[in-house]
């Protein structure tokens, strides 16, 4: 199941957009460049500022950790020296999580934290954020299953996947860059250099292998229903939603 | 310190000039509302409001804690907000502004302190165990009318929950999960709602249901909450314009008429909703009894 | 202009193919708003839009119409006033970001003595100076080179309607931009129209009624992407509620 997204739907963000994969909801909105307080102005560079709002309650060290997480991703992907001395300001609210997030015995600021990512990614597009690059993430769980072959990877799971291939062994999330860099690995449970190595290729499968070299895409694409396409390729279809909704008028009668 | 932009000068002199010839700038008449949306989640407890360009999602969140030492037989019943600047680059994470206070207080007032939730209901065990509930509002997009966009999402969300039972064997008390036995219904005993007029001295005229830039003109504002029963339950004033008793007296009738309304529309929402619950409802339970 | 746009997203290397064919070999490649050069030779995108070349002009850039206005020099805005120091205005282009300046001079025939009084919040049409990442904007109200105000200045009266980017783009672009909404107002009412580009439009219609009737069409002809015929039914519309 592809990730749903909608963007550019709130009136007062400058960016935002509403991303909704297994079960979680997550809306996002991008305030930036705007002005920044005296005591966070960095000369030569913009500085950002990630809130992360859970569902229920106010923001605790869970959500501090994501927001750091997140904070030193996006960092690297914002061109933050074309604005010096302004703020870019993600702000992003959990609106619903899956019901048996708990049962599954996993760390869930994992489980959220590829979800995020995408979220503040799509909010940045749509705030029109000078970026060097995009991003795709994706959660690897290692269910551990001693009798058979040491657990087949699942590829960003459901809850229900992950409570039915309980207990996992460990859970690893990748985030890659637009030319297939690493940008963010965090692991939690027990495992070898090998079982993570093999996670990180099934990542970067799921997320940004090409096949045979698609450098623009023409127009030939078809992606939209296919089971197969990575996530980078439905981050093109969103683009290309995004574009053909803003050009519109141009087609229109 | 972050701002609100400030609207100009030519805004407030022609949305002023507009009303002194009765017309409002999106066309509405003084006492229409925006058009009002409500969705519920695939969870319980979680209602989407919004009220023209506004938006507000109210969450009901439970726990079980012990009850406060003085309220032996209560159980816990709180209302959180807080602004973010997902709803203006204003809004400052950790310090409230003023209208963050107002908006509150006021739901405080309108809600709790009227006594809108049972809260012995939720006590499990006197003076040991009870529920805690929580309303967390998040205000998603900002353009005026917070404080009726907010009790309306609340009120429906509070009426959407449903709470785990617990069996209690004596000092005992364990807390069923959704699996093992339905989920009960919270104990609602009437449903106040917010009407907020905002008034305009140099016309005299009462606008209901102002967006921001309104909002922002505006000499002073009277919030009337009251129940569909014609209950006032708290009455407010903001501003430093002088309102004519009287014309309380006539707000109050307008505002009986939206209260009516809007429950009506809550009501007729929550039951769209549970027809669609219901079906899924019954088709789980009989496939659960298949796969034995 | 390509029919079908190319879509690209903030990475994207543009290939050489995709590059404007220039007709005068001499003329360097313009590089427009989302496309950075990084030596030696490649050319990537940093925002989602749509690729548009221009031949003639030799230049690229990328098409987008969401996010926050960014000042650029020869752009023409509407400005809010905030606060005035001695020798400058500090205005506002969009909410929450850094002053622009407009110094007291910068009106027409203004002198030491007759400077302009303009209380806070009061609308200016100003035509951005100089602006660039490392300076705060400065904008102007007159034109250098004939000391005229060119039609700049304060805005009095009116109202003020958000547009989006796209569409005070297409406003400013005349004929090429499409909108025709205000022609066929036009000749039935008489109306003034002022084209921010920071996404602010100004009408003065001589009264509320037509004031809000010009704003609210162009609002719905940006918000619904009418074509041609949609936006003269439109105005067919406006004018018989007038």
Known sequence: MAPEALLSHLHRADGSATYTHNGYCIIGAVNGPIEVQRRDELPEEATVEVNVRPAAGVGSPKERHLETLLHNTLRSIILTRVIPRTLVQITLQVRSLPDEEGAAGVHPSLLLLPHLLHTSLLALLSASIPLSTTLTSVLIAIPSSPTSKSGAPLVSPTATDLLRAKPIRSVHVFAFSGDNRL???????????????????????????????????????????????NLEEWLRVVVRRKVEHEQRWKVAT | MPREAEISVNERAFIQQALQEQIRLDGRAFDAFRPLELTFGDEYGVADVQLGKTRVIARISVDVTTPLPERKFDGVFQIITEFSPMASPAFEVGRPTDA???????????????????????????????????????????????????CIAVMAALQHFRRPDVLVEGEKATVLSVREREPIPLSILHQPLCVTFSYFEEVDIFLVDANFAEEQVRQGEVIVTMNRHGEVCQVAKYGGATVNPLALLNCTNIALQKVKEMSKFIQMKLDEDAKRRNVGGLLAELSAENDR | MAASAIVVLPGDKIPQDALPKPMNKKKALTLGPGLRHIPPTTIATTIAGALVTDNKKNAAWIEFNSGRYLPTAGDLVIATINTSTGENFNCFLTPNTPAATLPHLAFEGATRKTRPQLVPNSLVYARIASAGKDSSPELTCVDPSTGKSEGLGPLKGGMVFKISLGMARRLLAGSKGGVTILEALGEKVGFEITVGRNGMLHVDGGNVKTTLAVGRAVQEVDEQALGAKGQKKLAERVLKSL
């Open chain 1, 183 to 229: 940008l963010l690995n965090e692991s939690d449970g027990v495992f070898s250099f090998d079982v993570w190595d093999e996670a990180c290729e099934t990542a970067e499968e799921a997320c940004c292998r090409e096949e045979g070299g698609v450098g623009l895409v023409g127009e030939g694409m078809e992606v939209d229903g296919k089971e197969s396409a």
């Open chain 2, 100 to 150: 963050e206070v107002i908006l509150s207080r006021i739901l405080e007032k309108a809600i709790r302190r009227s006594n809108a939730l049972d809260t012995e209901s939720l006590c499990i065990i006197a003076g040991l165990k009870c529920f805690a509930l929580r309303a967390d509002v998040h205000i998603i997009d900002h353009d005026g009318g917070l404080i009726d966009a907010s």
